[in-house]
């Protein structure tokens, strides 16, 4: 007896296997397959997003609640000996495309305000002036809401982010004596 239960014990787990890899192969061949364009929608995305946290979990609210202010870097991009600010090491992404088309990388401003004082307004370099408030949403994610003001003109963008992950926004491109430069925002909710 002791050795038909071996066999049905064999038996039961090959079966089980057998299962669980047709299983498998039908929920891959369900998954809709990304066309080329989509795909690379999806790596851009992937390099803008570089090595942050990834999304919180919105069932530990706890460290999204501790969200008690918004950082806002003004950064400028432009040609040169490629070097990133040393200040701004921990933001890979802005090595890679779109930012990398600007190697030289530095930090001109860096400015946090509570969120009991939002919206604040950070000056920029080409007299222009940025304005960003934030929202806290359910799912603990934060929408940030940014106007830039330059030369007579508005320009508006909303973004959703969580706590220490960074929005970026190109505010000016061709500063400079040679036009080869941008004016590049990056806001954070700390």
Known sequence: MLRCIRIGHFRAIVALSVAVNLL?????????????????????????????????????????????????????????APSIDPSLGQLPMLRRPPFSVYPRISLITRSSSAFANLPTTVSLPNNGTVSVSAQ???????????????????????????????????????????????????????
């Open 136 to 190: 806290r949403q359910a799912d603990g994610r934060y929408t940030l809401s940014i106007q830039v003001e330059n030369a007579g003109r508005r320009r508006a963008m909303q973004g959703t982010v969580t706590i220490g992950e960074p929005f970026f926004f190109v505010a000016s491109r061709g500063d400079g004596a040679d036009g080869s430069s941008a004016v590049i925002l990056a806001f954070f909710v700390r």
């Open 24 to 80: 498998a192969t039908q929920v891959s061949a369900a998954q809709p397959q990304l066309s080329e364009d989509q795909n690379h929608r999806v790596r851009v995305h992937q390099a803008m997003r570089g090595a942050q946290q990834p999304a919180q979990n919105p069932a530990q609210p706890s460290q999204a609640a501790a969200a008690t202010q918004v950082e806002v870097l003004v950064l400028r991009g432009s040609q040169g």
